[in-house]
């Protein structure tokens, strides 16, 4: 059973930047697609960033320009996937999740917090 873990959250100011972490306890294929969503209090949970085993990439029309995803790994696995978030907003407030779908699974993280205060 392939766990996600999602670290790097917490409080930052408005213009300000953080970094998330997601980390498979197992072996994902190199070719499964990670990504990442977000839920805000009150709001349905949404695509933020989206990267396919050839590194396409994708990305919700909210983030575009600001946030970056990427991902690593050696030997046709994945070994982490990163959100690199600038210039955040209020609004960028929310629970972060950490998804992928490899043979046939649909994994969750658990989430990670990210405040941003004005």
């Known amino acids: 059973q392939v766990q996600l873990v999602e670290s790097g959250g917490g409080l930052v100011q408005s213009g300000g930047s953080m970094r998330l972490s997601c980390v498979p306890s197992?072996?994902?294929?190199?070719?499964?697609?990670m990504s990442w969503w977000r839920q805000a209090p009150g709001k349905e949970r949404e695509l933020v960033a989206r990267?396919?085993?050839?590194?396409?990439?994708?990305?919700?029309d909210s983030v575009k320009g600001r946030f970056t995803i990427s991902r690593d790994g050696v030997r046709n696995t994945v070994n982490t996937v990163y959100l690199k978030m600038n210039d955040l907003q209020p609004e960028d407030t929310g629970i972060y999740y950490c998804?992928?779908?490899?043979?046939?699974?649909?994994?969750w993280g658990p989430g990670t917090q990210v405040t941003v205060s004005s």
């Open positions: 990267v396919d085993g050839m590194h396409t990439k994708n990305y919700g």
């Open positions: 998804r992928t779908y490899d043979r046939g699974r649909d994994y």
């Open positions: 197992g072996r994902i294929s190199g070719i499964a697609p």
